[in-house]
């Protein structure tokens, strides 16, 4: 399975998932601009897939709880392509804490501004950039946080929150982009284990029926939705927890 006449988009890939899916897409032969919420987060992951010996990799930063940050970031992928064909909304602050009164009202304006309305601006100043590709998906991690009745996380109230808006956005947006042959794809995996794509332990973690899921599993549902034929809308992943 090889992207090579893909190009990626991925928010948040500075570190930990975000940068998983960029290193794992980018040996893939896809070209990838990735984002960080400063440069040089984003500049360092850019330059450990270079060292990899792929040098179809962009660095930007997009602060997600910032629209003029977002919009920057669309303009300057516009400057580098005339389309984008896959759109990965990775970006969303995570916060712990099963007590309401235990964040601070800015770490919840922050939050949900990231989660929330950073994805719906992200998708909207991406949209132009999606609509020139033949093959344009929008690709979204939500959580299992944003499937109605769960209550098995640990995360703050206002994560849960920013995860329920984000589910009520995907929901309706693959219904109005279906006609523009805009795929929206979302995935809602409960907490899992995020090796180093870069060591041994992305090949040693063990991923039997009563261990944790992996974020190589992950990437293979990300992979495989976007490798399906066009007529196939494959709407959500969700899964179960050990």
Known sequence: MRFDDHRVVITAAGRDFGRTLAVRLADLGAEVFLSARTLAAAERVRDEIRDRGHQRVHAFACDLTDPASIRGFAAGVGRHTDHVDVLINNGS???EGPDLLSASDGDVVDTIASGATGTVLTVKSFLPLLLNSDKPDVVTMVSAC?????HRSDAHDAFYAAK??????????SKRLRPQGVRVISLYPPDFANPDPLAEEWETTPRGAE????AQSLVQCVLFAVAQPRDCFIKAFHFEQV
């Open 164 to 173: 329920s808006a984000q589910a009520g956005f995907v929901d309706i947006l």
């Open 93 to 95: 602050r995570y916060l």
């Open 146 to 150: 944003g499937t109605a009745g769960h």
């Open 211 to 214: 261990d944790a899921l992996t």
